[in-house]
């Protein structure tokens, strides 16, 4: 009888369905702003931190967040052992965050993105040698890989963006090919092929457009994976030099003051939580609306 | 069956193999190992007698195969801070770290399992959405910072816990519960996701065609077909747990292998590292292995395939 | 009650109405069914699929998820040997001791429908533990027993096979090896053969007719196959739409039939025997029903609708030819006229 109550529930045109998804996913909305709150503090750190993040005061050091005794408002969140304002050190600490986090998938992608294509569209013996060499490295548990080379490269920006950039490679090399593979023996690629189609027109406009999609959405999880590692190296000691603001050093600094002075380590950590949240959060949002196929167990 | 089981551990065999080359390569990555061991301030003329020691100024290949005959027959060469035999020294604190990622794995699992079940038997309900919250702070909460927090309210505010060290129940619970969180977060996800695949399924309404009462289709049915899910996926969280130990050791001064990784790129002592960097990979790809078993033994599809 | 017990119907359903209530809207699948079912009979259900046949069985028995699946109507008075009940108005618990018990199923696709990671032995043993039918070595020697009944070779070696070591139609002996286990009164078989091979289905469903007369079944069989339903129900029921169109003996409703859809269904059929009979095709899809029903469901593609049958759902009603014999139709296919008034 009501066969347009039907249409209308799921085989309208596909930006409406896009638009109603996206303002339907409130989490994922939230992320998003969330994300983009963070970006912003990160390019304006200059403008709005209250003061010099490296700035010692040693007769000001450990005074806690302005809420607590013997806080005060010219230090909102207290300051750190040397003295240094807090709040100023998490707002620049936001761009080594971002900028490992952004460089580090934009590194590991392209490798990916590179090997996958190469390994899932030529097969053969290449595939193999290619899927042996990603296997082993995902092999080697990723933190301790991570470790070792950081301590043999020692410490500066670039080589924590390497570090990460080729770590996480294998696992964009895999998702990758996997695509590739299933793209490639999908209806309209043999047909595109079988035409007489060639190898750049199918990879170009038949492949990589699809590949977009979970790749994207791969980037997402493994951005927010990197903020946390590079935290992780920071508080090991083998992340960018203390000289660097960033919220590692900052918890290694912390850690050794957690008995006393508890918020050295507190505020860090929080920015680190949501920066993770606001990026897992537009992550599931990403994989529900550019990838369908996996929205049924998602949610 | 065993053409399965056999092929598997050929690879195992082969990746091991790998992992001993890139371990061989890792610390000629900057192209002098003599220079990356030595402390920075040594002298030049310490530096040549170091890498004369260690065979560093042979051909790379007779370098490569005395490592690899070495490796292989279990010798790693001898820590260069604690001047031990460093594969017998990384064994020893191996114990250590099987207990604390035992514990923490033993309380992902014991949490993650009721309460994926239970949100995934009830979406849309209120538990539905604990599980997914707990999926998502488990994502999203580092377990270092959660340990000095936890230090910091559990053992300095409260008292109830030791701060660190290793002895006692009462000192596995902060390490255990810091380092499981991830992995119950993943586990929450995967159970409840199962189960809510599961149930749908169409020998789920044979069972209860048959009369049976819920716990008896959730205990025999659905529970024995997430479990095959889930399997899969605790090797895989094992390894993690044996790299998230690297600092929740660290934090607790737990004497395991994790600190001991911290310890031995800290103090620069490589050959330790090579062995630590071994041992835990073959960790890893044993724990595959017994996944690869446990998948044969609870799936008779793949015992059935030769 | 007493005098009933013995020459009632075993299972009567009045006004059953089952909704799904959906983000979409609710789906009104079944609208308000009347049917019988007798001791020892067999009741086909005929229907495309989406007609509700499948829904309004399986709704009986609570084996429609719930939610979105709710029950919103009617009575389902099941006589039992001891007493009588209404299975619409069981707990979830007695309904549970029902199912398996006094009711046995199968289903289409025994591939699916088995668990793929526990033995048949064990699936089979597990309804015989579940009614304290038996136990321990007698419930395992009930079970090889069972298997042999369905006619597995070699049971005693294949109660600790699993389901993937199966074919297809072994795996529905072995379903329906689980069906009959605890001497159940009635059946209910959802589509039984639609899954197998051709060759196979003449297998099961002779099994099924032995079975269900050696034993003395009931059986619901569901199917959306005239063809097969042909053979082996004493009594058809024809949905459409969530409704019950046509229902009567099998002899008078294939001889006979008195409801369009009924008809076309038939012309559906290719009849080997009578090669210039012409196929005839239904015109239009089923209605997915997301309206309560105001008229007759089949009116868009039925060749006789009139304005009548827009404005009025016709209710089922004896057509006098003989007893048991209801149509849903203001059309009279047999006078060839449209029935007059308002009145029902």
């Not at chain 1, 696992?171 to 023996?185: D, M, P």
């Not at chain 1, 960018?240 to 918890?251: A, C, D, E, F, Q």
């Not at chain 3, 005098?3 to 009104?28: E, W």
């Not at chain 3, 009603?317 to 014999?325: A, F, K, V």
């Amino acid at each position: 009888m009501k066969i347009d109550a039907l249409d209308s529930a799921g085989l309208r045109s596909t930006p409406e369905r896009f638009a109603r998804i996206v303002l339907r996913d409130k989490a994922g909305l939230s992320g998003l702003v969330l994300f983009v709150a963070i970006v912003l503090v990160a390019i304006a750190a200059p403008l709005i931190s209250p003061h010099d993040p490296l700035q010692q005061n040693l007769r000001n050091s450990r005074l806690p967040p302005a809420w607590q005794d013997g806080g005060n408002l010219e230090h909102p969140l207290g300051t750190d052992n040397l003295g240094r304002d807090m709040l100023s050190r998490i707002v620049y600490g936001s761009r080594v965050s971002l900028t490992v986090g952004f460089f580090g998938v934009l590194i590991a992608s392209s490798i990916g993105l590179l090997f996958g294509l190469t390994a899932g569209y030529v097969g053969g013996k290449t595939d193999s040698a290619i899927m042996a060499v990603t296997n082993l490295v995902l092999s080697v548990p990723y933190l301790l890989l991570v470790v070792v080379v950081a301590s043999v490269l020692g410490r500066s920006l670039l080589n924590v963006i390497l570090i990460f950039g080729f770590t996480n490679a294998p696992l964009f090399i895999r998702v990758t090919r996997g695509e590739v593979l299933r793209l490639r023996n999908s209806g309209y690629v043999e047909s595109a092929i079988s035409i007489g189609a060639s190898r750049r027109h199918v990879i170009w406009i038949h492949i990589l457009p699809n590949l977009i999609g979970p790749i994207l959405t791969v980037a997402t999880f493994e951005m927010s994976g990197m903020i946390f590692y590079e935290a992780g190296l920071g508080f090991l000691g083998l992340s960018v030099p203390p000289s660097i603001p960033s919220w590692g050093n900052m918890l290694a600094a912390g850690r050794q003051y957690i008995q006393f002075s508890p918020w050295i380590a507190t505020f860090p950590g929080l920015a680190i939580v949501l920066t993770s949240l606001s990026m897992n959060l537009l992550g599931d949002w990403m994989r529900d609306v550019l990838d369908p196929r996996q929205r049924r167990n998602s949610k | 069956m065993q053409r399965y089981l056999l092929s598997r551990a050929i690879q195992s065999v082969m990746l091991m193999f790998g992992v001993l080359v890139l371990v061989f390569f890792l610390v000629r990555l900057t192209g002098d190992p003599a220079r990356l061991m030595m402390p920075r301030d040594a002298s030049p003329a310490d530096v040549e007698a170091f890498r004369e020691a260690m065979g560093f100024n042979e051909p790379l290949v007779r370098q490569f195969f005395g490592f690899m005959t070495n490796a292989l027959r279990g010798d790693f060469g001898r820590s260069l801070h604690f001047r031990a035999p460093a594969m017998r020294m990384v064994l020893e604190r191996m114990p250590a770290t099987l207990e604390l990622a035992l514990a923490a794995l033993a309380f992902a699992l014991f949490v993650a399992i009721p309460l994926g079940v239970i949100g995934g038997s009830r979406p849309g309900t209120i538990w539905d959405t604990i599980c997914r919250g707990v999926g998502l702070v488990g994502q999203t909460i580092p377990n270092f910072w959660l340990a000095l927090m936890m230090i910091s309210f559990f053992s300095v505010s409260l008292g109830w816990f030791p701060t660190f060290g290793r002895g006692g129940v009462r000192s596995i619970v902060l390490p255990a519960v810091a380092l499981g969180l991830f992995p119950l977060g993943k586990f929450t996800r995967l159970v409840r996701s199962a189960v809510l695949e599961v149930r749908n399924e169409d020998y789920i309404r044979t069972a209860y065609s048959k009369g049976l009462l819920d716990h008896r289709v959730y205990t025999h049915h659905i529970f024995l077909n997430v479990s095959v899910t889930l399997v899969s996926i605790v090797g895989v969280q094992f390894g993690y747990l044996l790299g998230g130990s690297i600092y929740i050791e660290t934090i607790f001064s737990w004497p395991g292998v994790g600190r001991m990784i911290h310890e031995a790129v800290q103090a620069r002592d490589f050959p330790l590292v090579q062995a630590l960097a071994f041992v835990s990979a073959g960790f890893i790809v044993l724990l595959n292995l017994l996944t690869d078993i446990a998948y044969v033994l609870i799936d008779p599809r793949i015992r059935y395939e030769d | 009650m007493n005098q009933m017990q013995d020459t009632g119907p075993l299972l009567s359903v009045r006004n059953l109405a089952v909704q799904f209530n959906t983000v979409d809207g609710i789906v009104h699948a079944v609208n308000g069914i009347s049917f019988d079912l007798f001791r020892g009979e067999t009741l086909g259900v005929v229907g495309e699929s989406g007609s509700g046949k499948s829904v309004s069985m399986l709704s009986l028995v609570r084996l429609v998820p719930e939610p979105p699946g709710e029950v919103t109507d009617g009575s389902a008075l099941f006589r039992g040997t001891h007493e009588t009940v209404d299975l619409l108005k069981l707990s979830w618990r007695e309904m549970a001791a029902v199912r398996g018990r006094r009711i046995g199923f199968v289903f289409q696709d025994p591939l699916s429908s088995l668990n793929p990671l526990i033995s048949v032995g064990k699936q089979i043993r597990e309804v015989l533990e579940r009614h304290n039918r038996a136990r321990g070595k007698a419930a395992k020697r009930r079970s090889i027993e069972l298997l042999a009944l369905v006619g597995i070779p070699d049971p005693e070696k294949r109660y600790y096979s699993y389901p993937h070591e199966f074919s297809g139609g072994m795996r529905q002996r072995v379903m329906i090896a689980i069906a009959i286990a605890c001497d159940p009164e009635v059946i209910i078989a959802d589509e039984p053969t639609t899954a197998l091979d051709v060759t196979i289905q003449a297998q099961i469903v002779d099994l099924l007719v032995r079975l269900k007369r050696e034993l003395g079944i009931s059986v619901i069989w569901i199917s959306h196959d005239l063809g097969v339903v042909a053979g082996i129900a004493d009594r058809v029921l024809v949905m459409y739409g969530g409704t019950a169109v046509e229902t009567g003996t099998a002899e008078t409703v294939y001889q006979h039939p008195r409801h369009p859809y009924t008809v076309g269904l038939l012309g559906a059929v290719p009849k080997l025997h009578e090669h210039n009979e012409r196929l005839v095709n239904i015109e239009g899809r089923p209605p997915s029903v997301y309206s309560r029903l105001e008229q007759c469901p089949f009116a868009p593609r039925c060749p006789w609708a009139f304005e009548r049958c827009t404005q009025q759902r016709p209710p089922l009603l004896p057509t006098g030819r003989d007893e048991g014999h209801s149509s849903a139709c203001w059309y009279d296919l047999e006078l060839n006229e449209r029935r007059p008034g308002r009145s029902t």
